[in-house]
């Protein structure tokens, strides 16, 4: 089934920018879903269709995806962003339909 | 207001049953495939079912396949995880999630808050 790789963990200062990993073989041709999970709280949809944002979710957050990697970007980190955050393709080719990235915690210092 | 509220987790033995319910509401549910995601304690995020707007069309995951069956009534506005032959690996807060089609493929706009359910003797 297909694998989304993500860097356990990124650590960035308030107002900084922090850049998210996602890696799968050819992610370049799948629409990437960003999701962001605060503790003890459902997940959040942030970006979608690579870098599509749902009302209400900042200009802050971005996406973008090509090749082997899809990238999510917060730019001006606040305190609040302090996270998990997951990406996510649908992959009609596999068995596994579905597919959710590793997870990466976002820590703000 | 757009809501998923889920229901029916708790405490069971392994190779028991239980029934999780999803209530929807401020949306037409009838027009929506709907999923369930769970994740285990301290772990990621990880797909388990889903049925289509009429329940027509349903798949699961390997690790579920042959031991949960998902269902809707639409008439109800309610989304339901029958869950047989529990495993201890199956303990995980389930959430259940709208999906929309996007430029290319499915993506979960919605999420509800979770049930727990542990399986433990």
């Known amino acids: 089934s297909y694998v989304l790789t993500q860097p356990p963990s990124v650590s960035v200062a308030p107002g900084q920018t922090a850049r998210i990993t996602c890696g799968g073989n050819?992610?370049?041709?799948?629409?990437v879903h960003w999701y962001q999970q605060k503790a003890g709280q459902a997940p959040v949809l942030v970006v979608y269709d690579d870098s599509d944002r749902p009302s209400g979710i900042p200009e802050r957050f971005s996406g973008s995806n090509s090749g082997n990697t899809a990238t999510l970007t917060i730019s001006r980190v606040e305190a609040g962003d302090e996270a998990d955050y997951y990406c996510?393709?649908?992959?009609?080719?596999?068995?596994?339909?579905?597919?959710f990235g590793t997870g990466t915690k976002v820590t703000v210092l | 207001q757009v809501h998923l509220v889920e229901s029916g987790g708790g405490v069971v033995q392994p190779g028991r049953s239980l029934r999780l319910s999803c209530a929807a509401s401020?949306?037409?549910?009838?027009?929506?495939?709907m999923h369930w995601v769970r994740q285990a304690p301290g772990k990621g995020l990880e797909w388990v079912a889903v049925?289509?707007?009429?329940?027509?069309?349903?798949n699961f995951a390997d690790s579920v396949k042959g031991r949960f069956t998902i269902s809707r009534d639409n008439s109800k506005n309610t989304l339901y995880l029958q869950m047989n032959s529990l495993r201890a690996e199956d303990t995980a807060v389930y959430y259940c999630?709208?999906?929309?089609?996007?430029?290319?493929?499915?993506?979960?706009?919605?999420w509800g808050r979770g049930t727990l359910v542990t399986v433990s003797s």
């Open positions: 049925t289509s707007f009429d329940g027509s069309n349903k």
């Open positions: 050819k992610i370049g041709s799948k629409s």
């Open positions: 999630a709208r999906a929309i089609y996007g430029a290319v493929g499915w993506h979960f706009d919605l």
């Open positions: 401020g949306f037409t549910f009838s027009s929506y495939a």
């Open positions: 996510q393709v649908w992959d009609s080719s596999s068995d596994l339909l579905y597919v």
